[in-house]
């Protein structure tokens, strides 16, 4: 599915912001993620290029319609399974090629996975490893390999709190993000010199249509606060995010009970 | 798997999760889904339909009934269903298509006005018809066929819907519109969610050059003052009343007429601020009794010192003044609140208003909030459309049991002698006799209805009736 570009903006109303800025071509990786989505749309109000990734083409046309009237300059879409790891570099310079230039890369997609089914079996864990940690190491090589070229650009990455200290509750996927968060440190470290950004994104529980009627859910984030966070973080080019911020000093915390004790806790 | 407080579940929708249910979801069991009014409170298995094509899938996976539900602000049990699947569509809020040249707008039917509102304002578009809140979807707006202040001129919500789809739990699905399908069309709209799932529909907006209302608020004394108002208005697009419904005597169905028509200067037309008032816990149930009631009705009255009070006034105030304090409905403690609103055809509308608000003062069950309108003839486009020409009377009673609903089936049964009818979705009082009487092309309707959907109200009012 291609469209064509400044059809839209055409038929859009001239709104400051695309006027002012010249129109950011950002990549997303899992667009049809519930924050994904919600990022793109705060994007998309902006004025934004934007080349979706995902594996339901159904999903994914859904989404580029509703970027595209709510102002996007542009909206591409590849179909994909990211977990296909070597057809990434085809991928990524289609994607580039269709923008005519990256300045930013969202990687949102992943799985939480079957904690239980990961405890009884091993391929359950690898596959939750090789979709959440292994396929964006291969993404970010790549493209961290572009932008460290261009000398400028964005890598903002879905990482969580749940890296942070591994619980009972879900440590395979703890597991895969903290072996992300420690990869996008590292990476952190060798391309910032190069003028490269790597934002970490750490969400805590956030509000999605799924869980808008549960008990406690008042409590939760919403995801369109959370979409305006990660964005203004973005543009900030930040080096991590923990969102909402009370997450921080609950994670300093959270890292920081002894493991005699955290061991016992229910967590 | 249940989540902990700390757990980070974030990707609630990943491409992975086919059926777009989540594995928390699938296990978490009953969990309250409150209709606005809160009562009856049932627990209910939500199952989130993020994606228009999640229906099928869904339903595949579903024995018992199964009901699509948006924003649960209906006040009764149209949105509800006790033991049954509450199809949540709130993750179904995409654009699909706008055309600034006609005003036309297609979403998905989970969409709330407010967003609607956050798209079209700064675009110089409003929405031909809006509720007394914003906070509900689209979707619900047709299955309950909404009305608004500019019904004398505008008609039904239904109205300006000039295409929708219809997705049956078989899989089937049909498009809709006044020329194809059009018993389909007719049956969905004020169908109650009934026939099909909505995945998306077609609106018509109107457009707008000021976010402000040219508003003037009129003091009236009696029934027949509202009327010559209504009259002297019909060409103003926005008019409704407020009426005190606690005082008798002299200042009997006292109230405040409010008109407005938007502003035709031009102006910043800037979206909306998010509201920052959530009304935060239960009110203890002695809150609203006769005596805060009548002081509030009296300041209300009084607010407006002079008989004419003329404004320009921001839409959100004039439209939904009381989206202001999310979760208001609190206010009425945790055993709810009845809604009551008829409407009663114009042959009878007069002695009947006048006949069932002196039955309310004389009962002494305090309400505010009460509402007079005039609805006006342009025809509803649903079979079961609740207006009709004539008078509409809403208001709430809190809930008491030994005393609201024997007042609730006084007031039902006078509404029915005057020839009137109530409204399903601020229903859950009303008999199966009662509603049978107010729609008699019921069973008519029932031939529509998906086999797999039903509510807590249609199983009140209808018995076990099975589809065709």
Known sequence: ?????????????????????????????????????????????????????????????????????????????????????????????????????????????????????????????????????????????????????????VLAVISSVAGDRGRKSNYVYGASKAGLSAFLGGLRNRVDREG????????????????????????????????????????AKKDTLYVPFQWQPIMFIIRNIPESVFKKLNL | ????????????????????????AAS????????????????????????????PAVAA?????????????????????????????????????????????????????????????????????????????LGGAIANDIHGKNHHVAGTFGSHVTQFGLMRSDGTYRLCSPTENPDWYAATIG???????????????????????????????????????????????????????????????????????????PDELKPSPEPKLIFPFDAPGFALNAFTVSAFNTIFFHKQLKPRVKALQDYEPFFYPLDKVLHWNRLYGKSGLLQFQYAIPWESAREGTIAILGAIAKSGLASFLAVLKAFGDVPSPGLMSFPQPGITLALDFPIKPNLSFPLFERLADMTRDFGGRLYPAKDAAMTASQFQTFYPQWEQFARFRDPMLTSSFWERVTGDISPL
């Open chain 2, 61 to 137: 996976g579903i024995h018992n009934g199964a009901l699509p539900v948006g924003m649960g602000r209906s006040y009764g049990d149209v949105c509800l269903l006790k033991d049954g699947n509450l199809l949540l569509t709130t993750g179904m809020n995409r654009l699909l298509d706008f055309d600034p040249a006609t005003g036309l707008l297609t979403a998905e039917s989970g969409i709330t006005l407010a967003q609607i509102l956050d798209f079209a304002v700064p675009r110089g578009f409003f929405l031909p018809v809006t509720p007394g809140t914003k906070y509900v979807t």
């Open chain 2, 1 to 24: 798997m249940q989540q902990t407080s700390i757990s980070p579940d974030l990707e609630t929708r990943t491409p992975e999760n086919p059926a777009a249910v989540s594995p928390q």
């Open chain 1, 196 to 235: 490269v950004t790597v934002l970490t994104i750490k969400p805590g529980p956030v509000k999605t249509a799924m869980t808008s009627s549960m008990k406690g859910s008042e409590k939760f984030a919403d995801v369109n606060a959370v979409a305006k966070s990660i964005a203004a973080a973005v543009a």
């Open chain 2, 191 to 265: 169908g109650l969610g009934l026939t099909g799932l909505i995945p998306w529909a077609t609106l018509r907006l109107r457009p707008i050059v000021s976010r402000k209302i040219d508003y003037e608020g009129i003091q009236s004394h009696g029934i027949d003052e509202f009327l010559d108002l209504t009259e002297q208005s019909k060409h103003i697009e926005y008019t409704v009343s407020w009426v005190d419904c606690v005082s008798t005597g002299k200042n009997f169905a006292r109230g405040v007429f409010m008109q407005g028509d938007h502003s035709p200067v």
């Open chain 2, 28 to 55: 978490s069991g009953p969990v309250p889904f409150e209709s606005w009014g809160r009562y009856p409170a049932y627990g209910g298995k939500i199952v989130p339909l993020n994606w228009q094509g999640d229906f």
């Open chain 1, 1 to 153: 599915m291609s469209t064509q570009p400044a059809t839209y903006a055409a038929s859009a109303p001239s709104l400051a912001a695309r006027t002012v800025y010249a129109s950011k071509k950002i990549l997303v990786l899992g667009a049809t993620s519930g924050i994904a989505e919600a990022t793109c749309r705060v994007w998309a109000a902006e004025g934004a290029s934007l080349f979706l990734v995902a594996r339901n083409a159904e999903k994914l046309a859904a989404v580029a319609a509703d970027l595209k009237v709510r102002g996007a300059h542009y909206v591409d879409t590849a179909v994909a399974d990211l977990d296909d790891t070597g057809k990434h570099p085809e991928l990524l310079a289609h994607a580039i090629n269709s923008l005519t230039g990256l300045d930013v890369a969202y990687l949102a997609h992943g799985v939480l996975g079957d904690q239980a089914a990961a405890e009884a079996d091993f391929l359950t864990a690898e596959q939750i490893l090789h979709t959440n940690l292994t396929a964006p190491i291969s993404l970010l090589t790549w493209l961290a390999n572009f932008f460290v070229q261009r000398k400028s650009g």
